[in-house]
T-cell receptor, first 114, second 113 residues
Framework: GENVEQHPSTLSVQEGDSAVIKCTYS??????FPWYKQELGKRPQLIID?????GEKKDQRIAVTLNKTAKHFSLHITETQPEDSAVYFC?????????????FGGGTRLMVKP | ETGVTQTPRHLVMGMTNKKSLKCEQH?????MYWYKQSAKKPLELMFV???????ENNSVPSRFSPECPNSSHLFLHLHTLQPEDSALYLC????????????FGSGTQLSVL
C-alpha cells in the first residue's frame, strides 16, 4: 500500500518568511495530492490539492509542486502570517481507483513568530 | 460550519463501557468516513461507507463497530476499549468515494480510563 512521509515534523519561521513542507510517497500509481490545514482545536480543512497532470498549482500565498519522477511534492507558503500557524497534513491517493483511500503524512506543526 | 456535525465533543469512558459516537452530514454527500487522530501519528482511516456500502480497514480492532443507516448518518459503536484507544475521532464526508475534498467534523475527543 501507499506510504507517505512528511518533513519536517515541526517548523518555526518568522512572520514574512517563506515555509516549505515536503512529502514523499511510495506508490507510483498515486495521482492526487491534497494538503489539509488543522488549526489548534479545529477540524482539518483542505487548502489546496494537485493532480499528477500538472507540476505546480498556486492559490495566492500557497503553492504546491509535484515531482512525479522523484515521487515527492511540496507545500510552499510565502509571506507567512501568524494565522498560518497550524498543523499541515499532506496526503496521496489514486483518484481514479474508487477503492483507493487517502494516505496521510504525519503532519507538520508550523509556527509563525510575529 | 462545514455541515458535518459530531457528538459528543468529549467522551470519557471506562474499559468496560459501551458508547457510541454519532456523525451527521447535511451536505448531500454519498461517502462518509471515520478517522482516528492520535498524538504524533498520521490520520488513520478506520472505515469508509460509500452509498451505504462499507469499505473496511482490516487493521481496525473489532471493539470498534461502525453503522451507517443512511447516507447522512454514521455511528461508531465502542465496547471494551483500551487506554491506547484514547484519541480524537474525526468523521468526514465527501461527494463520492473518489477521494474528492473531505469535509471533516470537529471530532470527538475520547479518553479511555
Amino acid at each position: 500500500g501507499e506510504n507517505v512521509e512528511q518533513h519536517p515534523s515541526t517548523l518555526s519561521v518568522q512572520e514574512g518568511d517563506s515555509a516549505v513542507i515536503k512529502c514523499t510517497y511510495s506508490d507510483s500509481a498515486s495521482n492526487y495530492f491534497p494538503w489539509y490545514k488543522q488549526e489548534l482545536g479545529k477540524r482539518p480543512q483542505l487548502i489546496i490539492d494537485i493532480r499528477s497532470n500538472v507540476g505546480e498549482k498556486k492559490d495566492q500565498r500557497i503553492a504546491v509542486t509535484l515531482n512525479k519522477t522523484a515521487k515527492h511534492f511540496s507545500l510552499h507558503i510565502t509571506e507567512t502570517q501568524p494565522e498560518d500557524s497550524a498543523v499541515y497534513f499532506c496526503a496521496a491517493s489514486n483518484f481514479y481507483n474508487a477503492g483507493n483511500m487517502l494516505t496521510f503524512g504525519g503532519g507538520t506543526r508550523l509556527m509563525v513568530k510575529p | 460550519e462545514t455541515g458535518v456535525t459530531q457528538t459528543p465533543r468529549h467522551l470519557v469512558m471506562g474499559m468496560t463501557n459501551k458508547k457510541s459516537l454519532k456523525c451527521e452530514q447535511h451536505l448531500g454527500h454519498n461517502a462518509m468516513y471515520w478517522y482516528k487522530q492520535s498524538a504524533k501519528k498520521p490520520l488513520e482511516l478506520m472505515f469508509v461507507y460509500s452509498l451505504e456500502e462499507r469499505v473496511e480497514n482490516n487493521s481496525v480492532p473489532s471493539r470498534f463497530s461502525p453503522e451507517c443507516p443512511n447516507s447522512s448518518h454514521l455511528f461508531l459503536h465502542l465496547h471494551t476499549l483500551q487506554p491506547e484507544d484514547s484519541a480524537l475521532y474525526l468523521c468526514a464526508s465527501s461527494l463520492g468515494q473518489r477521494n474528492e475534498k473531505l469535509f471533516f467534523g470537529s471530532g470527538t475527543q475520547l479518553s479511555v480510563l
